[in-house]
């Protein structure tokens, strides 16, 4: 079966003042109906620039997709007209923001705001999409559902607040969602109730889903394949088995040491990784990895290394792979 979507060789890049900065740089990988893929990674290294680029929602300027494909359903994204893409976002791809309190429009009402595409994209009234809305408050567990659609923002927790854009991307049924850090700041109770939900959700209503996290907590329970990213690239994926075994990249194996594990002895220290993160205007020669890598020797401060085969759906871009 052809994959749902496909991203071959994407790059986007922001060419500021102080020079051209490369925050997602050739990255491939695809998922299918139905299915959840982690993208993993430390703040800053491209995760989130990269679902905005799968919106054609960059800023432009000084942001630009500057090359690669994003087949959806075997269109490529990038060759749409914008009203084109607009019948694309939001209703056959939808995305959950980090911070809904900043995503929500503060004067509006809950019902207004989730009725508006249905309105929009499914040809509803005003009734219809304020009927569907109180469902899909009922579906993600929003207590007195029928009231709040008439509550504005400030009046949810934070919680309830997520669970609105939750709804809001399920609203269409679209055939994939992105869920951009969803529990930020949220307790870790909360974090879970959400999780379980999402999941739950799209095993439902039958929709792929990414969940962009710095939490292999998250990954480890809910995805099914792993994409690590690293400096604007993919270091390391496969599935989620496979990578929490077996990691081969070092970054991914600096990500495991560093989190507390229930099977490990609790006096077991933690290892954090060495080092900064990358400044994107002065990435490293050679693997980008090398400065803070322990295994590091001549050819990765040299050369680049690409994508290596580990196993059959396992693959890493590590000099060490290479025989």
Known sequence: MAPLLEVKNLSTHFFTDDGLIRAVDRISYDIHEGETVG?????GCGKSVSALSLLRLIPNPPGKIVGGEILFEGRDLLKLTEDEMCEVRGNKMAMIFQEPMNSLNPVKTIGWQI????????????????????????????PE????VNAYPHLFSGGMRQRTMIAMG????PKLIIADEP????DVTTQAQLLELMKNLTRDYGTALIIITHNLGVVARYADRINVMYAGRIIEKGAAKDIFKNP????TEGLMASVPRLDHDTKQKL?????????????????????RCVYAFDRCRVETPELTPISEKHEAACWRNVK
Not at 170 to 173: A, D, K, T, V
Not at 272 to 285: A, R, S
């Open 183 to 186: 529990t930020t700041a949220l």
């Open 145 to 148: 559902p029928a009231a709040r």
């Open 271 to 291: 290892v954090p990784i060495e080092g900064q993160p990358p400044d994107f205007l002065h990435i490293p020669k050679g693997c980008s990895f090398h400065p």
């Open 170 to 173: 399920l609203g269409c049924n």
């Open 115 to 142: 009725s508006e595409p249905l309105e929009i994209h499914l040809g509803m009234s005003r009734e219809e999409g304020l009927k569907k809305c109180v469902q899909l408050l009922t579906d993600v567990k929003i």
């Open 248 to 251: 081969q990249h070092p970054y």
């Open 39 to 43: 993208l993993v990674g430390e703040s």
